[in-house]
Nanobody
Framework: QVQLVESGGGLVQAGGSLRLSCAAS????????VGWFRQAPGKEREFVAR????????YYRDSLKGRFTISRDNAKNTVYLQMNSLQPEDTAVYYC????????????WGQGTRVTVSP
């Protein structure tokens, strides 16, 4: 079983930055993805970004391009989400998830970390 642990959430003022971390207990395979998702109060969970572990290629929600950056540290089995120019609408619980094979459903999920952006 793979465990994912998120950290780095908190309260920040609009315009500020946060960096979230997602530490995995082990890799899920040789060609898989780790993604970030978020769920705002009263809304459905939505995709934020993902990174393909094998080659480091990244994909973003269109509306977040330029403000959010996903990256990985192979040695630490950790994925980061750098969030800049945060706005109140970014307030949500952020989750990381991993699949076993690229293109398949995300099987492993973290417990989430809360991000609150004040006006």
């Amino acid at each position: 079983q793979v465990q994912l642990v998120e950290s780095g959430g908190g309260l920040v003022q609009a315009g500020g930055s946060l960096r979230l971390s997602c530490a995995a207990s082990r890799r899920t395979g040789s060609n898989y993805a780790v993604g970030w998702f978020r769920q705002a109060p009263g809304k459905e969970r939505e995709f934020v970004a993902r990174i393909n572990w094998s080659d480091g290629s990244t994909y973003y929600r269109d509306s977040l391009k330029g403000r959010f950056t996903i990256s990985r540290d192979n040695a630490k089995n950790t994925v980061y989400l750098q969030m800049n120019s945060l706005q109140p609408e970014d307030t949500a619980v952020y989750y990381c998830a991993a699949n076993r094979v690229l293109g398949t459903a995300y099987e492993y999920w973290g417990q989430g970390t809360r991000v609150t952006v004040s006006p």
